[in-house]
Structures are given as structure tokens and as C-alpha cells.
């Protein structure tokens, strides 16, 4: 008798309980506050031994990291969370974005002055400026696990959006190595311009964009076939290119007249010339495509050009003698 009069009782209190619910008309739980991330600037400052952070909304330096002996080349992984630097001294400098601390040091034995990292993040590829020859880095562990013979004196390297292939610049060999990066092994030799010094490749992987420091040109390389397909007269003395998000413009500093020139990569001519600061050298350009910020090497400062009209629309203090830029985004 008992059993059935609770029973009876727990379907009387469910009914009601079902009611009152049915009435209730409680507000949706809030969606969590979206994330936000910051676009930076890592430029790297040669006689101070640091690392300059920018804000790119604010334009102004929000940290300065301590790192190895003369640093120079620089990238930051494609999540953000790693900027690898490399110096003149015989190690590379790891520093996590979260804190803007360096986190690890890595040997590599000589100085290096050109990095680039796999678009999947796993691998840094640096050029050893001194030893004729690329480290291949595992970012997981910071450790060199494979070393690339190349030409004489690599300066600058970039890896195809695919991941497939590395270009290397050679200075003193006046021409481009190309690596394969499942077997990081030379595939092809380029010739180029005069002391090739500066690259990088459109965002399809079709084409890569050598600056030859020496000859005042760019070289166009076709990747398909390996062989250069144009070559574009610049300024004097250029030193870095950038190509924007969308692949239409290239943007090339020219140290001795202190200027960037703009090239329409469809045609592969140059559309502007736009003043800058004291031997512009590294160039970087933000991931909406809206800015190019323009390392100037001997005014210890950054001029950040609005691509929209190619004119300097701010200039940002850094440390003593600024030379490579990247920039990426970064997310808490």
C-alpha cells in the first residue's frame, strides 16, 4: 500500500513540476565572450641584442625581448604561438608569444640569418649565413635533426604554401637552391641576379620573388619549371620583398635610396615608389593585407605604409639597428 502511494505522489509531483516548467521562461545561457587576437610585429634589433614587439592597432611596441647575440632573421609559426629568431651569434632564439620570454635556445653552431617555418608549424628552416648549408629544426623538440648542403653564403629562405619545397637565396653563388622537404635534399639551381639577397612567394605557390641586392632587380622564378621568368629594375641596393595576402603586389626595399618599390605582380612592373625612412631593409605585410611595415635600419625605426595608397602613415621607434620583421597573429 505504501509502494503504490508513493508512487502515486511522484507522478502528481512530476505533473506539477512539468507545469512549471512549461511557464518558466528563463533567459539562454550567454555565449562565452569571443576570443580576441592581436596582429604583432616581431622586429628584430641587431646591436641591442632584442626583440621588439608591435602592436599593429596601436603602432606602438608593447614588449622587448632579450635574445642571442645580433639577431636578424625571424618568423613566427602559423598558430601564433612561437617566434624563431636567428642571429649572427651560433644559436637560434625561441620565444613564446604568451609571455614574450625566450623558452628555448637552440644550437645550431653557426650564425643564421634567414628562417622559415612549414606552413603545418613542425619545421624551421634557417639559412647558416657562414656554412653553406640549411638546419632543418623540429619545433616540437627545438632540436636540428637534418643539415642541407647549398650554395655559397645562404641569406634569406621561403617555403612554398604547400609545404613541398623550400627557395633559397645564395649570395655569393648568384642563384637560388631548391630543397625538397620530404627529403631535404637540393632538387634544382636557379641562377639569379648579383648577391641574391631577400625572397619570398605568392600565396599560390606559383611564383617566387628574388631580390638580387647587387644588380638593383628582382628575379620572377616560375616554380613549375624552375627557371626565371622576368626581371624587374628597381631601386638601389635592394634588400627585402613582401608579397600581400592576395598575391597582386610585391613590396621591395631599396637601402640606398630609402625607398620601397610596389610591383603589380600580373604585369611585373613597378606601379609606385614610396619614401621611407634611413636603409629600409626587412618588410613585412599584416594579414588582411591593409598594412607593409618597413624595417629602417639606421633611423632605429619602422614606417608602416597604408596599401591602400602607398604613403607612410605612421613611424615606430625600435631598438639599435633593426633588420627582420614578421608578423602573424596572436591569440590568448
Not at 645564395?170 to 631535404?184: E, F, M, P, Q, W
Not at 606559383?206 to 622576368?230: H, K, M, Q
Not at 615606430?316 to 639597428?321: C, E, H, M, N, S
Request: hydrophobic share 40%; charged share 15%; net charge neutral.
Amino acid at each position: 500500500m505504501k509502494k503504490k502511494l508513493k508512487k502515486i505522489l511522484k507522478r502528481k509531483l512530476n505533473k506539477k513540476l512539468n507545469r512549471i516548467r512549461k511557464h518558466l521562461c528563463l533567459p539562454p545561457k550567454p555565449p562565452p565572450p569571443p576570443i580576441e587576437c592581436d596582429v604583432l610585429a616581431y622586429v628584430t634589433n641587431r646591436y641591442d641584442n632584442t626583440v621588439s614587439v608591435i602592436d599593429t592597432t596601436t603602432n606602438t611596441v608593447i614588449a622587448t625581448i632579450p635574445v642571442a647575440d645580433q639577431p636578424w632573421g625571424v618568423a613566427i609559426t602559423p598558430d601564433g604561438t612561437r617566434v624563431y629568431v636567428g642571429t649572427f651569434s651560433p644559436n637560434m632564439s625561441v620565444i613564446d608569444t604568451a609571455t614574450n620570454t625566450v623558452i628555448a635556445t637552440i644550437p645550431l653552431g653557426v650564425p643564421s640569418i634567414g628562417v622559415a617555418i612549414t606552413p603545418d608549424g613542425t619545421r624551421v628552416y634557417a639559412a647558416n649565413f657562414y656554412g653553406n648549408t640549411v638546419s632543418v629544426i623540429d619545433t616540437a623538440t627545438n632540436t636540428v635533426f637534418a643539415t642541407i648542403p647549398v650554395g655559397n653564403t645562404p641569406y634569406s629562405v621561403a617555403i612554398t604554401p604547400d609545404g613541398t619545397r623550400a627557395y633559397v637565396t645564395n649570395a655569393l653563388s648568384n642563384n637560388v637552391s631548391v630543397i625538397d622537404t620530404a627529403t631535404n635534399t637540393v632538387i634544382a639551381t636557379i641562377p639569379v641576379g648579383g648577391y641574391p639577397y631577400a625572397i619570398a612567394i605568392t600565396p599560390d605557390g606559383t611564383r617566387v620573388y628574388v631580390v638580387n641586392f647587387t644588380s638593383f632587380t628582382v628575379s620572377v622564378i616560375d616554380t613549375a619549371t624552375n627557371t626565371v621568368i622576368a626581371t624587374i629594375s628597381v631601386g638601389r641596393y635592394p634588400s627585402g620583398v613582401a608579397i600581400t595576402p592576395d598575391g597582386t603586389r610585391a613590396y621591395v626595399t631599396n637601402q640606398s635610396d630609402n625607398t620601397v618599390s610596389v610591383i603589380d605582380t600580373a604585369t611585373n612592373t613597378v606601379i609606385a615608389t614610396i619614401p621611407v625612412g634611413n636603409t629600409p631593409i626587412g618588410v613585412a605585410i599584416t594579414p588582411d593585407g591593409t598594412r607593409a611595415y618597413v624595417v629602417n635600419e639606421f633611423d632605429n625605426n619602422v614606417s608602416v605604409i597604408d596599401t591602400a595608397t602607398n604613403t607612410v602613415i605612421a613611424t615606430i621607434p625600435v631598438g639599435d639597428t633593426p633588420l627582420g620583421i614578421a608578423i602573424g597573429t596572436v591569440c590568448p
